[in-house]
């Protein structure tokens, strides 16, 4: 029994042994020289392009041209074209009511009448200033014999040959022919003023004339333009007054819609504003062709409409800061068959799709690239650099830089965490 602890001893040492032989005898960890791995990352070599900046807006449609047909005479409305209903379309120079003109055609023949009845008098009193002065010549002849005869039958008083009788006789003649004569001078001075008194009521005769001529023609409202009726105010046997709004139309030629556009916006389409002009003054100045719109009902939007850009509404908005752009669709009926294209009516809601500008050598990057205005790029040993750049605007999921990038730069897209400066990159070439 003594000897079982002595027999396990021999076996222990001799595992304790090759265990301390295989531990020294072991190849130690195997060295590995160089870095870290360079990153595998997509890059993207930009170019200098040409870009043209764009922006989109929402508005409502209306009437580049409006008739409100106010009547100006009063009467009874005795006709009314059958196509004037809400919804029709009338033809420029079309007469659509008549109102009852006998009242004007009266006052127009009356005054008439009394026009010539001024101008007999007046004829009448030409044919009295010539005979007046006929007879004013005979009695001032009259005159000159008669005085002969006083200053002749004075002599002969004189020298005791005739009694002084018949001086007084002469005395009477020479003093009525001398009344004869004043009473006529006067008759022909007066007949300047009663000329001049029938100009007067010639002249009003002829404004009661016009006056009665032009509200005959208010009688009939003939429509100024091409229109759609929107709205009737009167009907027939339905007696109008001065004043009132009788037809509401909206002209088919053209259709406006305002687009507040953010400033920024505004300025990049047009390609900046130069010191010192107003957008008013750039609008006067720049030729707004170099802006194109396409425009789209937002109840289907496949439909496209091109547009322009016609004036600037108002003022801007100061607490929107926004630009009132008036776009302007020529012809918003041409093409239109509905249902499959309706027309550009009136309060209908449009997308407006502007496109700015050219801008040349513009540098234009993924969104995605640009990291709190640092931008990744792979430097020609292939390593990481960090770029700071100026961002000019963003569209269409890119950013155009201002600076900061240059043609041939590799910009990184992938994202890399963490992005160290320096560290080794496996640039893998895609495109945009």
């Known amino acids: 029994m003594r000897l079982a602890p002595l027999l396990v001893l021999p076996p222990i040492a001799l595992g304790i042994a090759a265990a301390v032989w295989m531990i020294t005898s072991a190849p130690g960890p195997t060295q590995v020289e160089g870095g870290a791995p360079a990153l595998p990352v997509r890059v993207m070599t930009v170019e200098a392009e040409d870009l043209r900046p764009t922006a989109t807006a929402w508005g409502n449609l209306r ?15 005795i006709w009314r074209h059958p196509d004037l209903e809400a919804g029709r379309l009338i033809p420029a120079g079309t007469d659509v009511l008549r109102i009852d003109p006998a009242d004007y055609e009266l006052a127009l023949a009356q005054s008439q009448a009394d026009l010539a009845a001024l101008e007999a008098e007046r004829a009448q009193l030409a044919a009295e200033a010539d005979n007046t002065r006929r007879i004013l010549a005979l009695e001032r002849d009259r005159l000159t014999l008669t005085e002969q005869d006083l200053e002749r039958t004075r002599t002969l008083v004189a020298q005791g040959t005739v009694p002084q009788s018949r001086a007084d006789e002469a005395e009477r003649a020479t003093l009525l022919a001398r009344r004869t004569v004043a009473e006529l001078e006067n008759t022909l001075a007066l007949i300047e003023p009663r000329d001049a008194r029938i100009t007067a009521q010639v002249a009003r005769s002829e404004a009661a004339i016009d006056r009665a001529r032009r509200s005959l023609a208010r009688t009939t409202l003939t429509t100024p333009f091409d229109l759609r009726v929107t709205e009737i105010g009167a009907e027939r046997f339905q007696t109008v007054a001065p004043g009132q709004v009788v037809i509401r139309a909206d002209g088919i030629a053209a259709a406006e819609v305002v687009a507040h556009l953010p400033i920024d916006s505004f300025r990049r389409l047009v390609g900046g504003v130069p010191d010192g002009m107003t957008l008013d003054d750039m609008m006067r100045e720049l030729p707004a062709t170099q802006i194109d719109v396409m425009l789209s009902p937002l109840s289907d939007p496949e439909q496209g409409w091109p547009a322009r850009v016609s004036r600037i509404e108002g003022a801007l908005d100061a607490r929107a800061r926004t630009v009132p752009v008036v776009v302007t669709v020529d012809d918003p009926y041409q093409g239109a068959d509905p ?94």
């Open 63 to 77: 009437a580049a041209d409006t008739w409100v047909a106010v009547t100006e005479v009063q009467g009874e409305v």
């Open 339 to 432: 249902p499959r294209r309706l027309p550009l009516v009136p309060n209908m809601q449009v997308g407006l799709s502007f496109a700015g500008a050219p801008r040349t050598g513009a540098i234009a990057i993924p969104e995605a690239a640009l990291h709190a205005g640092l931008v990744r790029v792979a430097d020609p040993d292939d390593l990481l650099d960090l770029r700071p750049v100026t961002a000019a605007f963003a569209q269409d999921g890119r950013v155009v830089i201002a600076e900061g990038l240059a043609p041939g730069d590799r910009v990184v897209i992938d994202d890399i965490a963490p992005a160290i400066p320096g560290m080794a990159l496996t640039p893998v070439e895609v495109q945009e």
